[in-house]
């Protein structure tokens, strides 16, 4: 089955630090995404992205996020500024053409820590 | 509360008994999705059932949706220790952006 990739698995920054986490996405996927997991919490909705433009962010995407698909391949997330609070696991995903009612493909996630 | 509630919060069966969790949401969806997370590694989709479905089936696995009560439930049967496991339920609402919503998960552990 196709996979998502994303790099690194772990990320060790320091706060304040600006921080690119990378995603590769299913190749003829069309919708992608951004989840985060703080430890033992639930997962959370930060941003879902389609036709190179934002389709809806969560409060939690403020002003230090970004993200971008630089070519037709890579979905990166920017943390401009981090915050010990940003340390989560984070996970990327994507979906196929058909949008709603299709299944999510995860990525195995970026472990960011924040010291 | 919030969409994609999860109980019980943690569940400890012995192997080769049936597990069950059950899952509420609030708003109306277009389909509800359960995903298994082992510790500290990614999500892996189970099983997606439609607003318009009642039940679906995929090996062990077996799932209700009640849409009057806005619940579904997941049953695992005949579990294994490998079964051991988070499990999530994530809802897509019918209007607004295509995205899952997360539930708090619960915590499955088999014991041998």
């Known amino acids: 089955e196709p996979e998502v990739t994303q790099t690194p698995s772990h990320q060790v920054t320091q706060m304040g630090q600006e921080v690119i986490l990378r995603c590769v996405p299913i190749?003829?996927?069309?919708?992608f995404y951004w989840y985060r997991q703080i430890l033992g919490q639930k997962v959370e909705f930060l941003v879902s992205?389609?036709?190179?433009?934002?389709?809806?962010k969560s409060e939690i995407f403020d002003d230090q996020f970004s993200v971008e698909r630089p070519d037709g391949s890579n979905f990166t997330l920017k943390i401009r500024s981090t915050k010990l609070e940003d340390s989560a696991m984070y996970f990327c995903?994507?979906?196929?053409?058909?949008?709603?009612?299709?299944?999510?493909?995860f990525g195995s996630g970026t472990q960011l820590s924040v010291l | 509360s919030q969409q994609g509630e999860e109980d019980p919060q943690a569940l400890s069966i012995q192997e080769g008994e049936n597990a069950t969790m059950n899952c509420s949401y609030k708003?109306?969806?277009?389909?509800l999705q359960w995903y298994r997370q082992n510790s500290g590694r990614g999500l892996v989709h189970l099983i997606l059932i439609r607003s318009n479905e009642r039940e679906k089936h995929s090996g062990r696995l077996r799932v209700t949706l009640d849409t009057s009560k806005k619940s579904s439930s997941l049953l695992i049967t005949a579990s294994r220790a490998a079964d051991t496991a988070s499990y999530f339920c994530a809802t897509v609402t019918i209007q607004g952006a295509q995205k899952l919503v997360f539930g708090q998960g619960t915590r499955l552990t088999i014991n041998p």
């Open positions: 995903a994507s979906i196929g053409g058909q949008g709603r009612g299709e299944k999510l493909f």
């Open positions: 992205f389609y036709n190179n433009e934002i389709s809806e």
């Open positions: 708003t109306s969806i277009n389909n």
């Open positions: 190749s003829n996927h069309l919708y």
